[in-house]
Nanobody, 118 residues
Framework: QVRLEESGGGLVHPGGSLKLSCVTSGSKWSFENMGWYRQAQGREREQVAT???????TYADSVKGRFIISRRNPVNTVNLEMNNLKPEDQAVYYC????????????WGQGTQVTVSS
């Protein structure tokens, strides 16, 4: 019943920017961790950025200085601001929530396509 839904994907030129958003429905608690992952065609899914309930963030080396993750508490929304996009950023981007209380959980959205092309 808890769902994550991504939005904001689309087509951009190299060097352009996009902002992705993830909204939550059906949750009655603050997720311990939220993050963005991506999967490019023919490649494995990789972690892009994460943020915990206290605001601590992590970033993949490939996006440091270009992407910014943020969240709004206690409503469990998370955004990803993407700047200076490169062709290698093209992928389906997925929102994730995970934690251990009240029990282990790992929730995924359906994904949003980001295409970077001239």
């Amino acid at each position: 019943q808890v769902r994550l839904e991504e939005s904001g994907g689309g087509l951009v030129h190299p060097g352009g920017s996009l902002k992705l958003s993830c909204v939550t429905s059906g949750s009655k608690w603050s997720f311990e961790n939220m993050g963005w992952y991506r999967q490019a065609q023919g490649r494995e899914r990789e972690q892009v950025a994460t943020i915990n309930s206290g605001g601590r963030t992590t970033y993949a080396d490939s996006v440091k200085g270009r992407f910014i993750i943020s969240r709004r508490n206690p409503v469990n929304t998370v955004n990803l601001e993407m700047n200076n996009l490169k062709p290698e950023d093209q992928a389906v981007y997925y929102c994730n929530a995970n934690g251990k209380w009240p029990k282990d959980y790992n929730i995924w959205g359906q994904g949003t396509q980001v295409t970077v092309s001239s």
